[in-house]
């Protein structure tokens, strides 16, 4: 899904060729390194998980190189920040995966999943890995989108000296993630975007059960 929000921004003929372009080229090398999942995973060894997640790592330092040039200098966005982050870049993107994150644990939860017990994110530190392993295919498509939506209408954000968001700024990201969540899935107008949770939530126990891969949501673009 990283691929596929850079390819979305990509496609409007508004932007600068050069960042089009440039959009494209980490699409393309995320792509790649994606395509090399399936030969660790065929691997004989116990180190695919630490493999993977050099992968994955590889992928984000495409990812979040290219998000960057999609945000206003003005933001002062250093790149990915977790704890400590204090532009409204990081901010915004901190509340919503932390929202996030309380849907996907309750949607675990209704499947009848154990939330700490994670496949590849470890919850030996007492942390919710299957909740981290269960997130990864919403937070492009249902976070990462709707925060440089919320950049591009230059939607006033104010972050206090805590480096929380404002009450207000709370409002109106609360507004624009909701919105986004009842969106309608492309091709069919059976349900909203926040039941791509649930079942993704059901898929992953079956998948679990029956040791079959699992089929993640895929945005579209």
Not at 183 to 188: D, Y
Request: aromatic share 8%; glycine share 6%.
């Amino acid at each position: 899904n990283q691929r596929a929000l850079l390819l979305y921004h990509a496609k409007y003929n508004k932007r600068e060729r050069e960042l089009r372009n440039r959009l494209r080229i980490a699409a393309k090398a995320i792509a790649e390194i994606a395509g090399r999942c399936d030969t660790i995973l065929s691997a004989a060894d116990n180190k695919w998980t630490r493999r993977l997640f050099l992968l994955e790592a590889h992928a984000a330092g495409h990812y979040w190189s290219a998000i960057a040039a999609l945000v206003p200098p003005a933001l002062g966005f250093p790149g990915r920040r977790h704890r400590g982050a204090g532009d409204p870049v990081n901010v915004l993107l901190n509340y919503g995966y932390w929202l996030l994150g309380l849907r996907v644990w309750r949607a675990l939860e209704l499947a009848r999943l154990q939330p700490y017990l994670g496949v590849l994110h470890s919850s030996r530190k007492g942390g919710p890995g299957l909740v981290f392993d269960a997130i990864e295919p919403f937070r492009q498509p249902l976070v990462d989108r709707p925060v440089l939506a919320m950049i591009g209408r230059r939607t006033r954000i104010v972050i206090r000296k805590d480096g929380r968001l404002s009450v207000a700024s709370r409002k109106r990201a609360q507004v624009a993630f909701d919105n986004v969540l009842r969106r309608r899935v492309r091709c069919t107008a059976r349900h909203e975007l926040t039941r791509e949770i649930q079942l993704g939530a059901t898929n992953l126990r079956a998948a679990l059960e029956d040791q079959q891969p699992l089929h993640a949501y895929r945005m579209p673009w």
